[in-house]
């Protein structure tokens, strides 16, 4: 578990099929979002000496991971939207799009992988995205200039449920104003973030 920025804390953990998975959680003093997790003993062991209550958020019902193994640890309640808690056994609370949640975390709906799937979307400072699996962060090649930073990629186009969805979604959320992004797979972006979203959405 590593603190990327202040309060804001990422873990990964591979999967049975070798897949790397991210999981965040956003610590403030009027309480924690753990989003999208995956179990990691000592990220647990942190969150359980986190200052406030504890929400954990799930963006899509194929991000349920460890959710339940956090909820019962942390006595957490578990939130996504509305469609994911229809499909998803033991969510507590359904999010709507604008709902906040957290510090100043704002609910965004983002299908086009899956249905139902939502982003947060955090203004301040800067503004800072999170999504699941809307794209993808991928880390700087071998042998890249140094300063080089992460870059951004679609899934493979069979997990993508549906693409003219999907690149609506990319399109409104290059609306946002954000230069942070962190993603539910792959690295953080500290900077520029939006700048290679709105490439990938417009195919560049």
């Not at 709902?99 to 400072?125: F, N, Q, T």
Request: net charge negative; proline share 8%.
């Amino acid at each position: 578990m590593q603190e990327v920025l202040p309060g804001i804390w990422r873990w990964e953990v591979e999967d049975e099929e070798g897949v790397l998975m991210a999981s965040y959680a956003f610590l403030s003093e009027s309480g924690t979002l753990v989003v999208d997790p995956a179990w990691e003993a000592a990220a647990v062991e942190r969150l359980e000496r986190a200052p406030g209550p504890t929400l954990v958020v799930v963006t899509t019902h194929n991000h349920v991971r460890d959710a339940r193994r956090f909820q019962d640890r942390l006595a957490a309640p578990i939130a996504a939207s509305e469609r994911t808690r229809r499909d998803v056994a033991g969510i507590n609370r359904a999010l709507a799009p604008g709902d906040e949640v957290g510090d100043g975390w704002r609910v965004v709906e983002a299908p086009g992988v899956y249905a139902g799937e939502i982003a947060l979307y955090r203004p301040s400072e800067g503004g800072a995205l999170y999504v699941g699996d809307v794209f993808i962060t991928v880390p700087p090649r071998a042998g890249a200039e140094p300063g080089v930073g992460p870059t951004v990629a679609l899934l493979p186009e069979r997990l993508r449920s549906d693409p003219a969805r999907l690149q609506e979604t990319l399109g409104r959320l290059t609306e946002l104003a954000f230069d942070t992004v962190f993603t539910g797979h792959g690295p953080p972006i500290l900077a520029g973030g939006r700048t290679r979203v709105r490439a990938l959405a417009l195919g560049r």
